[in-house]
């Protein structure tokens, strides 16, 4: 199942209640993703992840190993993908992916990593004031429908 924490206001807690919900879930023994779409990148914050997220370390071109996921072991396993939360940048990272086939190809191959593994709920931190239609969904969420294991789950 994937739920989407959306809110037209900035400030009224999306981050806690997907931290929340993720963890849970997790301890009810569901293996649980949460993938911190936020540019703001709070809930990787509070996960102690202070590295780049997955999209400016592809852009980037930086080859070290991932430190922008994170995995917290309960009853269930609850991971954390930073997925943007690199602020601003994140809209001249949006550019340069889409123009870039084999960025592109790179950034999914490496998120299809994370979202393919065993986990049956996805919860996605959002930022705010977003649509269906705005970047930040666009870049994503196409790429999780891609992957057959988690079409199942939305």
């Known amino acids: 199942m994937r739920l989407s924490i959306l809110s037209t206001k900035g400030?009224?807690?999306?981050?806690?209640?997907?931290?929340?919900?993720?963890?849970?879930?997790?301890?009810?023994?569901?293996?649980?993703?949460?993938?911190?779409r936020d540019p703001l990148g709070w809930i990787s914050k509070l996960a102690k992840i202070f590295d780049k997220g997955l999209l400016a370390r592809i852009v980037d071109g930086d080859k070290s190993?991932?430190?922008?996921?994170?995995?917290?072991?309960?009853n269930g396993k609850l991971g954390?993908?930073?997925?943007?939360?690199?602020?601003?940048?994140f809209y001249v990272d949006y550019?340069?992916?889409?123009?870039?086939?084999?960025?592109?190809?790179k950034l999914e191959e490496e998120y299809r990593k994370k979202v393919t593994?065993?986990?049956?709920?996805?919860?996605?931190?959002?930022?705010?004031?977003v649509s269906w239609?705005?970047?930040?969904?666009?870049?994503?969420?196409p790429m999780f429908k891609k992957n057959p294991s988690t079409r199942k789950n939305f």
């Open 95 to 105: 550019e340069i992916i889409n123009k870039n086939k084999d960025l592109k190809n």
């Open 117 to 129: 593994q065993d986990y049956k709920y996805f919860i996605v931190d959002n930022p705010s004031n």
């Open 65 to 74: 190993p991932c430190n922008c996921y994170t995995e917290i072991k309960l």
């Open 11 to 36: 400030g009224i807690g999306k981050s806690t209640i997907s931290a929340l919900l993720g963890k849970f879930f997790a301890e009810k023994g569901q293996n649980t993703l949460i993938i911190d």
């Open 133 to 141: 239609e705005d970047e930040e969904v666009q870049l994503e969420f």
């Open 80 to 89: 954390i993908l930073k997925f943007y939360g690199d602020g601003p940048r």
